[in-house]
């Protein structure tokens, strides 16, 4: 079984900014349909609101937690107990000021690298930071503060990248859960 969890803050007035890149991510793939011939069926539990899928015979649990960011973690950890799945089976897809608008990248573990949102992860999980993630470059952050700028909505130039950003974000999900981690980076780091 998987967790693939797509960070962001509820509500119509957080849709387009660029905190909501994994939101974005995961209602792109259910728009698209790549995944599969289904569309997700989310419902509110758990925090938030999840979808289950089996992809290629195995469980697929889609997570958009509703805690806002800085409380993504009691979501995730929620939906890990219910379901007793393993950290080593989480993908995390979150948005990254540190890399620019376009870019993605896999990354095993590590810091939260000043992301509230895998800050609570990494709480909840009692320090554990060793669980996948997946980052959609939201930068280059201009004269604001970092809080500033991430509740910003992206520019129209920036949304039309974006969408070329997301289709991108469902191949490598679809090379993540068929090879893993190690090949995903390889294609698209």
Avoid: C, W
Wanted: aromatic letters at 10%; glycine letters at 10%.
């Amino acid at each position: 079984m998987k967790l693939i969890v797509g960070l962001g803050n509820p509500g119509d007035k957080y849709k387009f900014t660029r905190h909501n890149a994994g939101f974005m991510a995961l209602d792109f793939i259910n728009l698209n349909n790549k995944l599969g011939s289904f569309d997700f069926n989310f419902e509110s539990k758990f925090k938030g609101e999840i979808a289950k899928i089996n992809y290629n015979g195995e469980t697929v649990i889609f997570l958009k937690p509703h805690t806002y960011m800085n409380l993504s973690g009691e979501s995730v950890i929620a939906v890990m107990n219910f379901y007793k799945i393993s950290k080593e089976d989480i993908l995390i897809i979150h948005d990254d000021i540190d890399m620019p608008v376009g870019k993605i990248r896999f990354r095993e573990k590590g810091s939260d690298g000043g992301q509230k949102g895998i800050r609570s992860i990494i709480q909840m999980l009692g320090g554990a930071n060793d669980f996948d993630r997946l980052k959609i470059g939201i930068g280059p952050q201009l004269n604001l503060s970092a809080e500033a700028y991430v509740l910003q909505n992206f520019s129209d130039e920036q949304l039309k990248e974006l969408k070329e950003v997301l289709k991108r974000v469902e191949n490598a999900l679809a090379v993540y859960l068929n090879e893993g981690i190690k090949i995903a980076q390889a294609k698209f780091n």
